[in-house]
């Protein structure tokens, strides 16, 4: 009966790597949301994601970040070129569909750019 | 737009005692959901209490429950005989569904210290 599972719990990368965040949501579960959370404040939405599909992603900076979840395995949230500005904790939360109001947190990916 | 708003950054609550910490939102939408969540220092969101904002009736679930007054757009979390496990980050959070997807807004978060 496993929840969400983020991998991994913490990452460091130098300015200009890429980043790479897997999120696996609950078995079942067809819908991931992303969110950001940078020090000292609430969690932002960055995506929302059906499978093979992007349904919104109007929080998600325009540039270096992508996010994708495939038919099959992780979804998976891609910076490119990290600058220290990128450095928070980012959360995955899956829900099974839409009429379904809640959702289920990752324990999250603390990212740190040096 | 929907905002989230918690005005309260730091609380400190004696043990055993009570504490009550407060939520306001900005919305034009008249079906929605309200939560609370908690995040200790292992980051984890952990949820502690929803609110459909059809229900007139307050949620509650064993030590913790919500005063939700919607036409105020206000929604605090009151914590009973507080234990020192209470002691985290929480966050007051909005949902609304869309045909596209729940969306969800966080407040900032009030930092909760239970004093033993």
């Known amino acids: 009966n496993a929840g969400v599972m983020q991998n991994p719990r913490h990452l460091v990368r130098r300015r200009g790597q890429e980043a790479r965040l897997r999120c696996s949501p609950v078995k079942g579960h067809s819908h991931v949301y992303w969110y950001r959370q940078l020090p000292e404040e609430g969690l932002k939405f960055m995506v929302y994601?059906?499978?093979?599909?992007?349904?919104?992603e109007s929080g998600m900076p325009k540039e270096r970040f992508s996010a994708e979840f495939p038919k099959e395995g992780p979804s998976i949230l891609r910076i490119q070129q990290v600058v220290r500005g990128d450095s928070a904790a980012y959360f995955c939360a899956s829900s099974p569909g839409l009429s379904f109001y809640e959702q289920y947190f990752g324990p999250g990916t603390r990212l740190t750019v040096t | 737009a929907q905002t989230v708003t918690q005005s309260q950054p730091e609380m400190s609550v004696q043990e055993a005692e009570t504490v009550t910490l407060s939520c306001t939102y900005d919305?034009?939408?008249?079906?929605?959901?309200l939560f609370w969540y908690k995040q200790p220092p292992s980051r984890q969101m952990i949820l502690v209490i929803r609110?459909?904002?059809?229900?007139?009736q307050n949620a509650t679930e064993n030590r913790f429950s919500v005063n939700f007054q919607k036409a105020a757009k206000s929604f605090s979390l009151k914590i009973s005989d507080s234990q020192l496990g209470d002691t985290a980050m929480y966050f007051c959070?909005?949902?609304?569904?869309?045909?596209?997807?729940?969306?969800?807004?966080f407040g900032t978060g009030t930092s909760l210290t239970v004093i033993p």
């Open positions: 994601l059906q499978k093979e599909n992007i349904i919104d």
């Open positions: 919305t034009s939408e008249n079906n929605y959901y």
């Open positions: 609110q459909e904002a059809y229900k007139q």
């Open positions: 959070a909005f949902m609304k569904h869309a045909d596209t997807g729940n969306q969800f807004y």
